[in-house]
């Protein structure tokens, strides 16, 4: 693993890292019946690079209520991983179809974890479907699938090409994304999305869209002093450095999360 390109003075800040998971499963060849609770390596590679140390949140059924708590008092930031789809009964919907309907107990378990953190201002940064669980925990809607309900639209997920599915995106001007990426106006990402965006939360202001069909695709609280909440819906940690040099760079966007972070240690 390469070094860290940021040494951090004091104390080496504690990033919670929700789970993805698989549910017990009696037919999987590999762990019958066992449920686990995982993270995807490349994820863990990023938040490594500027020396940030992640920690994988207990999932439900280990640690519960105050338990859980405790865990989220002891971290300075939390990033929430991309994965299957959101449910819609998480914001107020039915499934349009049955294949539609997500991981009901995964979003229970990260919203649980994100108003936890909210609460103590601790700072959030959500990856693909982590966009769309900090987009429903600030009160924001979804669109349950791009295609059906946003006619013309792109094609933001192609299972054959999955991270190489690449389209442009426009940065909003004077937003605070805009503002990682100074001088950069239209840029390029990967997409492996389905569901977006629909109703941006309240207190936030959208900070990138496709250019095509007008599909959110990065949005942040508008008043930091509120909580750090930044969120994108591609995922910057599959940018291979001197493979996908076309992309948006991976690091400006973890680093002003860092930086957030950085803030709530010295200013708790």
């Excluded at 639209?153 to 599915?165: K, M, Q």
Aim: proline share 9%; net charge negative.
């Amino acid at each position: 693993m390469q070094e860290p390109i940021h040494t951090w003075k004091s104390r080496v800040p504690r990033i919670g890292l929700t789970a993805c998971i698989f549910h017990k499963d009696p037919l999987r060849p590999l762990f019958k019946g066992k449920a686990l609770y995982y993270y995807e390596e490349m994820m863990i590679s990023w938040i490594q690079e500027l020396g940030l140390s992640p920690v994988l949140i207990p999932p439900p059924g280990t640690t519960r209520g105050s338990e859980l708590e405790k865990v989220c008092a002891t971290l300075d930031g939390l990033v929430l991983q991309g994965g299957v789809d959101v449910c819609p009964e998480s914001y107020g919907e039915k499934p349009l179809k049955p294949e539609w309907n997500g991981d009901l107990a995964r979003d229970r378990y990260e919203l649980e974890i994100a108003a936890l953190c909210d609460a103590r201002k601790v700072p959030m940064l959500g990856i693909c479907r982590g966009a769309q669980v900090l987009a429903v925990h600030a009160g924001g809607t979804l669109y349950q699938d791009i295609e059906t309900q946003i006619p013309g639209s792109l094609v933001h997920r192609t299972w054959d090409l999955y991270e190489d599915n690449k389209h442009d995106v426009e940065l909003v001007a004077g937003s605070a994304f805009a503002k990682l990426y100074p001088g950069v106006t239209r840029g390029r990402i990967n997409s492996i999305h389905h569901q977006s965006v629909k109703d941006v939360p309240p207190g936030c202001e959208v900070g990138a869209v496709s250019p095509v069909d007008g599909v959110v695709e990065a949005f942040m609280r508008v008043d930091p002093n509120k909580g750090y909440l930044h969120a994108v819906q591609w995922h910057p940690e599959f940018h291979r450095p001197g493979v996908d040099d076309e992309l948006l760079p991976r690091t400006p966007l973890l680093a002003g999360f860092a930086r957030a972070v950085e803030q709530s240690i010295l200013v708790p």
